[in-house]
């Protein structure tokens, strides 16, 4: 069941624009399963995921055979399209410990509440990074991970909007992302 959290502006992607860019996603994962790409992050059985910009749902299989049935994924977008999307994959592969939010920002998660946050291929089209960071760097756990990579952002761009802030700090970098844990005076 979708959860609709402080929605700033819902996206005017139509609904073919939005099957052609699913459809397009699905060729994508098909050459470069997203699995290789989550197991850099290092999620672990019973973590609490945030995929936020999930769009069609790409991650959400993989998620769950990550975090297996006592983690939680949570998939945020903007799209009503792709709450939709992911509502039906979770009912087709019958993921219970799945909930997806509504929203332009605002999670209505708890403070400190998830291990992992995936930003993936949507920190380019943020209208408020500033707003977003904050919100997540609010409910990630101290020790908890922010995961990040943009095809349409060098590298150098990516980690300068992420720790613009002093939220956040580069931890790591794999070979498709970037991993950022709070800052220490921040926790």
């Given at each position: 069941?979708?959860?609709?959290?402080?929605?700033s502006?819902?996206?005017?992607?139509?609904?073919?624009?939005?099957?052609?860019?699913?459809?397009?996603?699905?060729?994508?994962?098909?050459l470069?399963?997203?699995?290789?790409?989550?197991k850099?992050?290092?999620?672990?059985?019973?973590?609490?995921?945030l995929?936020?910009?999930?769009?069609p749902g790409?991650?959400?299989?993989?998620?769950?055979?990550l975090?297996?049935?006592?983690?939680?994924?949570?998939?945020?977008?903007?799209?009503?399209l792709?709450?939709?999307?992911?509502n039906?994959?979770?009912?087709?592969?019958?993921?219970?410990?799945?909930?997806t939010?509504?929203?332009?920002?605002?999670?209505?998660?708890?403070?400190?509440?998830?291990?992992v946050?995936?930003?993936?291929?949507?920190?380019?089209?943020?209208?408020e990074?500033h707003?977003v960071?904050a919100?997540?760097h609010?409910?990630?756990?101290?020790?908890?991970?922010?995961?990040?990579?943009?095809?349409h952002?060098?590298?150098?761009?990516?980690?300068?909007?992420?720790?613009?802030?002093?939220?956040?700090?580069?931890?790591?970098?794999g070979?498709?992302?970037?991993?950022?844990?709070?800052?220490?005076?921040?926790?």
């Amino acid at each position: 069941m979708a959860v609709k959290k402080g929605v700033s502006k819902v996206q005017s992607t139509s609904s073919l624009d939005f099957r052609l860019m699913s459809l397009t996603y699905k060729c994508r994962d098909f050459l470069q399963p997203r699995i290789n790409i989550l197991k850099e992050v290092g999620i672990k059985q019973g973590f609490q995921v945030l995929d936020y910009g999930c769009g069609p749902g790409s991650y959400i299989r993989s998620l769950a055979e990550l975090v297996g049935k006592s983690g939680t994924i949570y998939a945020l977008d903007v799209n009503p399209l792709a709450i939709q999307a992911v509502n039906s994959l979770a009912s087709k592969e019958g993921l219970t410990n799945m909930q997806t939010i509504l929203s332009g920002c605002q999670t209505g998660l708890l403070s400190n509440s998830v291990d992992v946050v995936l930003l993936y291929d949507i920190i380019h089209d943020l209208d408020e990074p500033h707003r977003v960071l904050a919100e997540l760097h609010r409910i990630l756990r101290p020790e908890g991970i922010l995961s990040v990579t943009d095809h349409h952002m060098k590298e150098a761009e990516i980690v300068s909007r992420v720790i613009s802030q002093g939220l956040f700090k580069l931890s790591a970098k794999g070979k498709s992302t970037y991993s950022f844990s709070k800052e220490a005076w921040y926790k």
